[in-house]
């Protein structure tokens, strides 16, 4: 089965910086990857998804990058926010049919004011 | 259009008593996902259904715990006498089952087992 790594686990930068969340898979034919944002006591929210057929996708201050090669896939968000501070999962998953997304472990991010 | 609705939010049970959460999907989705977080951890698959059918159930515990998604009404997942090691969030997720398969998340319901 899938299998997906994130990394790092916690993430702290100042506000306006940039940060930058990364993650692997292991199943080739995946091809849908989305993004989460959990803020504390909620549920995961979805943020941004990209598929296999393209390499970037931006919106506003979030972007996401996809290597198919190395199968790896990467979520940049600039300008952060205080309000940015929450825990980020990344996914994969096959798209259509009856296919499970795999998350990964969590990226709890801090921007400090 | 409401979003994934679930409930109860907070739910307190002695050890041994049953717990039932309940998840309405989002108007139009016919597929619902369940899974489970532990504190300080990621999400862990539990069970997908579809109306009246279990697809996968991989990632569910053999005993005490079990789910269902009736023709009419909520999906259910029910834990039976349940232990401390159940307490936990609980998150239903639900899908168009389309080719885009983007699956949405309730606000969880969050189990204490006291």
């Known amino acids: 089965g899938e299998n997906v790594e994130q990394h790092p686990s916690t993430l702290s930068v100042q506000e306006g910086d940039s940060a930058v969340i990364k993650c692997t898979y292991s199943?080739?034919?995946?091809?849908?990857f989305p993004w989460y944002k959990q803020e504390l006591g909620k549920g995961p929210q979805l943020i941004i998804d990209?598929?296999?057929?393209?390499g970037e996708k931006k919106d506003q201050r979030i972007a996401v990058t996809l290597n198919k090669t190395a199968k790896h896939f990467s979520l940049h968000i600039t300008e952060t926010q205080p309000e940015d501070s929450a825990v980020y999962f990344c996914?994969?998953?096959?798209?259509?049919?009856?296919?499970?997304?795999?998350f990964g472990r969590g990226t709890s991010l801090i921007v400090h004011p | 259009n409401a979003g994934v609705m679930q409930n109860p939010r907070h739910l307190v049970r002695r050890r041994g008593q049953e717990a039932r959460l309940r998840c309405s999907p989002m108007?139009?989705?016919?597929?619902v996902y369940w899974y489970r977080q532990l504190p300080e951890e990621g999400l862990k698959f539990m069970v997908y259904?579809?109306?009246?059918?279990?697809?996968?159930e991989s990632g569910m515990p053999k005993e005490r715990f079990s789910a269902e998604f009736p023709k009419e009404g909520p999906s259910i997942l029910r834990i039976q006498q349940v232990v401390r090691g159940d307490s936990a969030a609980y998150f239903c997720?639900?899908?168009?089952?389309?080719?885009?398969?983007?699956?949405?998340f309730g606000e969880g319901s969050w189990l204490t087992v006291v």
């Open positions: 997720a639900s899908s168009p089952g389309t080719v885009s398969n983007t699956i949405y």
């Open positions: 199943d080739s034919a995946s091809n849908y």
């Open positions: 108007k139009g989705h016919s597929h």
């Open positions: 259904l579809q109306k009246e059918n279990i697809i996968d």
């Open positions: 996914a994969a998953s096959k798209a259509g049919g009856s296919y499970i997304p795999t």
């Open positions: 990209i598929r296999s057929n393209v």
